[in-house]
């Protein structure tokens, strides 16, 4: 808890730094911190090696400590990332709007720094780095508290950014890391509203649910993707197979990736049977709505859990529908408000969809694994947010800021 | 609790509704809205002098009565009102960007409703008309809790407005208040995730504390105000002297009047005794720190707990500080982050406050009475944020609405 103070204490004073940091100076502190992560490998390599060697004496999965396992080639990803960071235009101090009122008061509406965001993530140390640089291009000090299992990782990625930074001018408050990884100070990171002005969670569905249940800090729900393709009626049948096929495979493990897959009645038996045997030569687990375990015996008897659940493998559940109406009413009833796809032929379906689909990111042909930060051109992402408020889908630098109004006059008062 | 889910349904199901409503629907229901309260003055005067009747027996103060009261001139404002939000532009469709990316896609980012909003008030009947409106026309369903003393007036209110919708073919679902005023059933609003989308808290610092502290739906903290003059060396000193006097007696109980003066050293003993003579002929208490109450014997000792307080009241404090990064310390300190204005006529002083002081509002050489929708040309306002995500400072229609990405491809798959 105490650690906790004063981090947030440094962590305030350097956003007050950092408020007036110009963009020149932010983008040569993080090409330094890129430069200092490179040239500090074997060091970051050799601990990262203690952290994996610790996990798997507790005998933490394979897909673990898959995630937690640096090598050369990404930390040069890393250091890479920071250095394309420093080339994204630096949204700070741009303006949103600009208005002279009849009194003659100027009021300029401008994007400022949130000030000090506090990130909740699990054992990817990338996510350290990523965060601190794009917290730091926008003007943010941040506050960091990953996962436990990759704490010696993080912490010397930290200290090598930390002194690049402090060689650069800027104050070592800029990236914190919170050490003491129980749940306790977890718990009091999402509740630091003296120091904290926004916290993330990145991670799984638990994370996200602690995050939003306890914090008092402002937050932003991020990735819990529970995303439908539907495939209407007046589909291009090889263009859907293709799409789902897509969305199911290229990565399941990301919240992007395809769940479920909603049918249209009318071209359900001439389509399911080649989809199920694409997805089944492809390796993914079918289970299916009492229509389509009819059409094909490929698939398994689905219960009502699976319509709800993010499966994160290969596995998709498949559904029949009559109609676009129905397609939407489900998706709006079981998705995350996260990805949803038609497949149509049809402008009027593709319309309804678009306009009547609760989600981040409504597609008409085309995959949901499209749904990211860098596909959409904004260069990088802290995360895709799925809640409604502040930001919704991929949040990037922008995303990273606020607005503060700006308001010049000559002695007006209110009559 | 069930009137909860009940209602919670009713908001859903009537903001699916929403979604695909017309302006020009909404704007006719509007209309019709505010026609009905008009016509229907006296009958609601009847059940408002009852809430009254029973307040007074519960020896309310003659302030809660004030605001509790409705008559003539009231209703005819809150019907005014309704039709001054049907006549502003529809924030729901308008495109935010429109990008076409190298392969094919075209991302669409458009502005849609952020689906049933929950709005928790005090005891004054117009937040009931107030918001039912810029819901509406935002395209929200809404579940309104407002004071438990209001509840005749607010229940004859909405009924109306509920008769007037359905009249217009819109469901009743699109405004409900919620007729249990337990704190509990306030708690359980406040954690309705599974209807609500956003909750708004619009009243005192208890109540918007309790809403911190309780929520888990997303919640848009709003309202508290202890603002700042700071009255630079370089300022022109009458014009000071007639800012302060109206930012601080205009209107003292609303969250944008002055509550702090600071003064810079230079200038104090020229500036200080006028200015606080002046305050006493407006029957302003004054409070001041050591130097302040060396200057003038007006000024009563300040306490620490004065510098955080917020008034709301015909009473100030004041503090002599020794440079304008004294001041931007002080109110970056003390301040709630609402409104604050330098007077001066140097530009780096008002460069370096417009640029550090944290606030929703920087003014330069006006008064703090202008934070405020309709001063700021938005037309209405549901509230003024004090903090940073989504949305800060005055919230006009805009502000109720999220953003949705509509992206249209020709079979796009994710290589």
Redesign the interface.
């Known amino acids: 808890m105490n650690e906790l103070i004063i981090k947030g204490q440094m962590a305030k004073m350097a956003s007050?730094f950092l408020?007036?940091a110009r963009e020149e100076e932010k983008n040569r502190a993080l090409i330094a911190m890129a430069e200092a992560v490179y040239e500090n490998s074997d060091y970051i390599l050799k601990v990262n090696e203690e952290d994996i060697a610790l996990a798997r004496q507790n005998g933490l999965s394979e897909g673990f400590i898959e995630r937690l396992t640096l090598n050369p080639l990404r930390i040069n990803a890393i250091a890479k990332g920071m250095t394309q960071v420093a080339e994204l235009p630096d949204p700070v101090g741009t303006y949103i709007s600009r208005?002279k009122?009849p009194n003659g008061?100027e009021?300029e509406k401008v994007r400022v720094p949130?000030?000090v965001i506090g990130i909740i993530y699990e054992s990817r140390p990338n996510v350290t780095a990523d965060a601190a640089a794009l917290c730091l291009k926008s003007g943010n000090a941040c506050i960091l508290r990953g996962g436990k299992e990759a704490l010696g990782t993080n912490l010397a990625l930290v200290n090598i950014m930390q002194e690049a930074l402090v060689k650069e001018g800027f104050p070592k408050g800029c990236i914190n890391l919170v050490e003491d990884t129980s749940r306790e100070t977890a718990t009091a990171l999402m509740r630091l509203?003296e120091y904290l002005?926004?916290i993330i969670p990145r991670g799984g569905a638990g994370l996200i649910r602690a995050v939003?249940?306890n914090a008092?800090v402002?937050?932003?729900?991020t990735g819990t993707g529970n995303c439908h393709v539907y495939v209407d009626k007046y589909a291009?049948l090889a263009?859907a197979r293709?799409?789902v096929?897509?969305?199911k495979t290229?990565r399941p493990s990301v919240c992007n990736a395809e769940e479920k897959l909603l049918v249209h009645s009318e071209i359900a038996e001439r389509f399911l049977p080649a989809m199920i045997s694409a997805l089944h030569e492809e390796g993914v687990e079918v289970m299916g709505d009492e229509r389509v375990c009819q059409i094909s015996s490929g698939a398994k008897m689905a219960t009502e859990e699976d319509w709800g659940e993010e499966y994160l493998s290969l596995k998709i559940a498949i559904k029949v529908v009559d109609s676009v109406d129905q397609a939407i009413a489900h998706i709006?009833k079981y998705g995350t408000r996260h990805s949803e796809a038609i497949i149509t032929e049809n402008i009027q379906a593709?319309q309804k969809f678009?306009?009547?689909v609760?989600?981040?990111?409504?597609?008409?042909?085309?995959?949901t694994?499209?749904?990211d930060g860098f596909?959409?051109?904004f260069g990088a992402e802290i995360g895709i947010s799925t809640?409604?408020?502040?930001a919704?889908?991929p949040m990037g630098l922008t995303e990273l800021t606020?607005?503060?109004?700006?308001?010049?006059?000559?002695?007006?008062?209110?009559?």
């Open positions: 007050e408020v007036t208005d009122r008061l009021i949130l000030g509203n002005d926004v939003m249940e008092t402002p937050a932003i729900e291009d263009m293709d799409i096929i897509n969305a290229s709006n593709s678009l306009k009547e609760d989600a981040a990111a409504v597609y008409v042909n085309a995959s694994r499209f749904t596909e959409f051109g809640q409604k408020i502040h919704r889908g606020t607005s503060k109004y700006l308001i010049k006059g000559s002695g007006q008062i209110r009559r």
